[in-house]
């Protein structure tokens, strides 16, 4: 029997009711041999980690989708907006199904799957609610993830079983109100002091922020060394020595509303040596080892939201009539329908090859990455658009959830990288591929 087999039974089927399965998930070893020496190629995966077959990724999907039917439904997400507070029991929900540690290994509770299946889970929370998946996305990738590819033995084994569990909300804190994408210039300091380090400064755009009870927060140790000088902090905010922890605000946003996102501040908060994340002064390279993979996975939330603009346009457009005739029957109409069906599909096909890359070949290829999230992002705009264009009067209204779909999108283009940032960064990965050209 597979892991991704004895995962998926031991955890997804203890809250989904569903027929069982009309046969069991083949075993990847006799179809895939040569992969079993591929294991950890890259690194980034969990111990014992073998890539899933298609028809495993297909089961997955299908339990997701389960979940998502009965604890996500339109009248949930709409609430999640219209409120703008993240459901608090939903935690402890994804917890349950075993979701919230999709890439961590087994022995602290994870699934042990790879990047692929991230992937789907990420694709079909985003077709429930993009907010939820977003601030699931934050928790699992940013924070899990992190300390899953750079934390201890001791720090996994102490903090990964609450955050997988959905005891316990995870967030990442790099972004500053004058510091995004430019990471070297942020201005939280971290003093060495007895026992540990001081926390002094503010961090803005924190999705999760002002629920999260662990947030990963960088900062610098030796502010003239560049990029040479940030350190990686395990802050828990309800330890005692975190009582200069504040959430300054918490942000009221156009879209991803529910993904509560803050304004936080640290003043003199103590972290001890045993919350350093990595090496100190090498943060940055903390950073990066997830940035890549964390643009992979964010980009299956614009998937998902391109697959709910098509859940709304199909259906309105074969039912609703004008001159007689279904407007779905209008060119016009269909041509539309088309494009949006089209691009789903080939960004969809883009993030799917380059998340199979890194669990198959242990291949992570930055401008993949980089451009996954770029083309899906741009496309899920543009087929909000188009779904409110095919709704008409209807699509402008609160009724129907185009709406929501378009200010979800948006964020895709912005957060994690702007667009522009994205391309630039393809951009340099050329210049790095054909330097010797220019010699």
């Not at 402890?92 to 979701?99: F, I, M, P, R, S």
């Not at 804190?173 to 380090?197: H, I, L």
């Not at 304004?263 to 080892?289: A, I, K, Q, T, Y």
């Not at 940032?421 to 951009?427: D, E, P, S």
Request: with cysteine; charged share 20%; hydrophobic share 40%.
């Amino acid at each position: 029997m597979s892991s991704l087999t004895r995962t998926l039974s031991r955890t997804l089927s203890r809250t989904v009711v569903r027929a069982p399965l009309s046969r069991p998930l083949p075993s990847l070893q006799p179809i895939l041999p040569s992969l079993s020496q591929r294991r950890n190629a890259s690194s980034k995966h969990p111990k014992g980690f073998t890539p899933p077959s298609q028809s495993d990724l297909a089961e997955l999907r299908e339990r997701v989708q389960d979940f998502v039917r009965r604890e996500i439904p339109e009248e949930v997400a709409a609430a999640t907006d219209k409120s703008n507070n993240f459901p608090a029991d939903m935690w402890q929900k994804l917890g349950d199904a075993g979701l919230l540690g999709i890439t961590a290994d087994e022995d602290v509770g994870g699934l042990g799957m790879g990047y692929q299946a991230h992937c789907v889970v990420m694709e079909e929370l985003s077709r429930a609610s993009g907010s939820i998946a977003l601030s699931y996305a934050a928790h699992s990738q940013l924070c899990v993830n992190q300390l899953q590819l750079n934390g201890t033995a001791e720090q996994k084994a102490r903090f990964l079983p609450d955050l997988i569990a959905g005891r316990k909300v995870g967030a990442l804190a790099m972004s500053e109100s004058g510091s995004g994408s430019d990471v070297v210039s942020m201005r939280t300091r971290a003093v060495e002091t007895e026992g540990g380090f001081l926390l002094t400064g503010s961090k803005m755009w924190i999705t999760n922020g002002p629920d999260a009870d662990l947030i990963i927060v960088y900062a610098k140790t030796k502010p003239d060394a560049g990029s040479k000088g940030i350190t990686a902090f395990i802050v828990d905010t309800r330890a005692e020595g975190s009582k200069g922890f504040a959430v300054l605000r918490k942000l009221d946003k156009m879209g991803m509303r529910g993904s509560n996102t803050g304004e936080l501040v640290f003043d003199n908060v103590f972290v001890p040596h045993s919350h350093v994340l990595g090496p100190v002064n090498g943060g940055v390279r903390v950073l990066m080892e997830g940035l890549d993979l964390e643009r992979l996975v964010l980009s299956a939330g614009p998937l998902g939201l391109m697959q709910a603009a098509l859940d709304v346009a199909l259906p309105y457009a074969h039912s609703r009539k004008q001159f007689g005739t279904p407007i779905g029957q209008f060119q016009f109409i269909q041509g539309k329908l088309a494009d949006m069906y089209t691009k789903l599909q080939a960004s969809r096909s883009y993030t799917y090859a380059t998340a199979r890359a890194v669990d198959e070949d242990g291949v992570i290829r930055t401008h993949d990455c980089a451009g996954a999230i770029l083309y899906a992002a741009e496309r899920a705009t543009e087929c909000a658009l188009d779904c409110i264009q095919i709704l008409g009067g209807m699509g402008y209204t609160e009724d129907m959830p185009a709406s929501r779909i378009l200010r979800d999108a948006k964020l895709y283009e912005i957060g994690a990288g702007t667009s522009e940032v994205r391309r630039m960064v393809i951009g340099r990965a050329f210049n790095r591929e054909y330097a010797h050209l220019s010699q």
